[in-house]
């Protein structure tokens, strides 16, 4: 059991907005940078935000970021079929020294 | 343009040892920490750990702790992962991943190594 909880799926139709939420607790999301990774089936993950906000070079406005205390959320517009994925937040825990992933959410666009 | 290049796939035998390379090609990655992430088939992202540029200073996962080494060649730009005492549960995709600045943003990663444990 992941201590970054994320919901395990999510959907919605082309065109639309979608959020994923990334719960955490003080030792990890409050107090640390959190990132987000694309996963595609048979391929590397890949860095969408790190920073809780910030974009690495290549990626789309589409995709941003955002954290409220314990909470950090990806959010995702103009939802095309290519954004079909498994979504994972990361963030280091303090407390126990390690880089935690939340357990990912797998978005469906239908 | 850096890549992250790792070895090929393994098949070992419960009880064994496996090591894996990750190489960068295009440039260095000598002044960069590297992370060791793994997948398991129909699971999540699992951090592993965590290598320093000068390979002097790791940080292991606890779960890990005891059974895993990482180490580095800075001469030949190449990461290492060793895990001991394999069972059927690390079966799992092994990544390689480049650290540029906050502990968890990983922005660079290798394009993984199927290591699969069976008898």
């Known amino acids: 059991q992941s201590v970054l909880t994320q919901p395990p799926s999510m959907s919605a139709a082309p065109g639309q907005t979608v959020s994923i939420s990334c719960s955490g607790g003080?030792?990890?999301?409050?107090?640390?940078?959190v990132s987000w990774y694309q996963h595609l089936p048979g391929g590397a993950p890949k860095l969408l935000i790190y920073d809780d906000d910030k974009r690495p070079s290549g990626i789309p406005d589409r995709f941003s970021g955002s954290k409220s205390d314990t909470t950090a959320t990806l959010g995702i517009t103009g939802l095309q079929t290519g954004d079909e994925a498994e979504y994972y937040c990361?963030?280091?825990?303090?407390?126990?020294?390690?880089?935690?992933f939340g357990g990912g959410t797998k978005l469906t666009v239908l | 343009q850096m890549q992250l290049v790792q070895s090929g796939p393994e098949l070992r035998r419960p009880g064994a040892s496996v090591k894996v390379s990750c190489k960068a090609s295009g440039n260095t990655f000598s002044s960069n920490y590297v992370h060791w992430v793994r997948q398991a088939p129909g699971q999540g992202l699992e951090w592993m750990g965590i290598i320093n540029p000068s390979g002097a200073t790791t940080t292991y996962a606890r779960k890990f702790q005891g059974r895993v080494t990482m180490t580095r060649d800075t001469s030949t730009s190449s990461v290492y992962l060793q895990l001991t005492g394999l069972t059927s549960d690390d079966t799992a995709v092994y990544y390689c991943a480049r650290k540029p600045t906050s502990a968890a943003t990983l922005d660079l990663w290798g394009q993984g190594t199927l290591v699969s444990v069976t008898s």
């Open positions: 003080t030792s990890n999301v409050e107090s640390n940078f």
């Open positions: 990361g963030s280091w825990d303090s407390s126990l020294r390690a880089v935690l």
